[in-house]
Nanobody, 124 residues
Framework: VQLVESGGGLVQTGGSLRLSCVVS????????IGWFRQAPGKEREGVSC????????WYSESVKGRFTISRDNTKNTVWLQMNNLKPEDTAVYFC??????????????????WGQGTQLTVSS
């Protein structure tokens, strides 16, 4: 199983960026996918998750209204569109296969499948 993130980079405050997660080695449309991030010195936190069908999404309060998650099951890909970026969004962003997703929560453990991460830096 492989999850490969791309699309990170350096962007100014207020800018936009789109992250991609391409998944292989599993039946993609059977799996929810989530985005998580870890900033220096902080614990990893959930950002946004989407169910296998794409019908349900969850967003953390810190990104709600700014980020949009989507998926294409014909391309084994999940995207995270990030708008109005802030310096506090700076982190390494990971995609993973969470074990639980609803409109109100998303959870992924170390034993789930994870990508290697992509760095996002938002300059002020």
């Amino acid at each position: 199983v492989q999850l490969v993130e791309s699309g990170g980079g350096l962007v100014q405050t207020g800018g936009s960026l789109r992250l991609s997660c391409v998944v292989s080695g599993l039946q993609f449309d059977d799996y929810a996918i989530g985005w998580f991030r870890q900033a220096p010195g902080k614990e990893r936190e959930g950002v946004s998750c989407i169910t296998s069908s794409g019908l349900t999404q969850w967003y953390s309060e810190s990104v709600k209204g700014r980020f949009t998650i989507s998926r294409d099951n014909t391309k084994n890909t999940v995207w995270l569109q990030m708008n109005n970026l802030k310096p506090e969004d700076t982190a390494v962003y990971f995609c993973a296969t969470p074990n639980f997703v609803s409109r109100y929560a998303c959870n992924a453990n170390a034993g789930d499948h994870w990508g290697q991460g992509t760095q996002l830096t938002v300059s002020s």
